[in-house]
């Protein structure tokens, strides 16, 4: 008899041992909430930066302003009247650039950035997505000022001591030359 209870409890041992493994949950759960409110804030922000850039254009009645696909603003000091390739994916180009302030204030001059070299779409190089987007705006020998909101600027890391987080800036770039890829 003894024999029987024993069996039977190794039964319900094994029996009810061979449970799955569950997942273990956090301690803390969050809702989400957080990325919905900080994308309203991004929201509100280019909106607030939209406004102010429009001010400016709208001012500013001695320049035709362009609105991108991309969401900045540009004009063009110098444009060629003959019509040349644009830099594509994989081009190499060269070109100057600065960078100032909406008030015209120069934060980085074209000699303290130089003359800098960019395989487009390719260089993990350290340039704001606004310049990355309008190279491919230019052809050779071109100057385009563009006017780029925060996000496609600096956003929030600024410039260490030199620019403040979430700030438009102005950008004159020079396209000096477009080597073209051979696949292209």
Request: aromatic share 12%.
């Amino acid at each position: 008899m003894l024999y029987k209870i024993v069996s039977f409890y190794i039964f319900l041992l094994v029996a009810f041992s061979c449970k799955s493994p569950e997942a273990r949950r956090p301690v803390q759960q969050s809702s989400g909430t957080f990325i919905q409110e900080s994308a309203q804030r991004n929201k509100a922000l280019y909106d607030e930066e939209k406004e102010h850039i429009q001010k400016i254009i709208d001012a500013d009645t001695t320049k035709d302003y362009i609105a991108s696909d991309s969401g900045f603003w540009y004009y063009y000091n110098t444009k060629d009247s003959i019509v040349e390739p644009k830099p594509k994916l994989g081009d190499d180009v060269t070109f100057t650039y600065d960078v100032k302030e909406l008030s015209g204030k120069t934060i980085l001059s074209k000699e303290e950035t130089g003359l800098q070299r960019y395989k487009v779409d390719q260089t993990n190089q350290d340039l704001i997505s606004g310049i990355r987007d309008g190279i491919k705006l230019m052809q050779e020998g071109e100057t385009i000022t563009f006017i780029f909101p925060s996000y496609k600027a600096f956003g929030y890391y600024g410039i260490e001591s030199k620019l403040g987080t979430n700030i438009p800036i102005k950008s004159t770039v020079t396209l000096k030359t477009i080597k073209q890829n051979q696949e292209n």
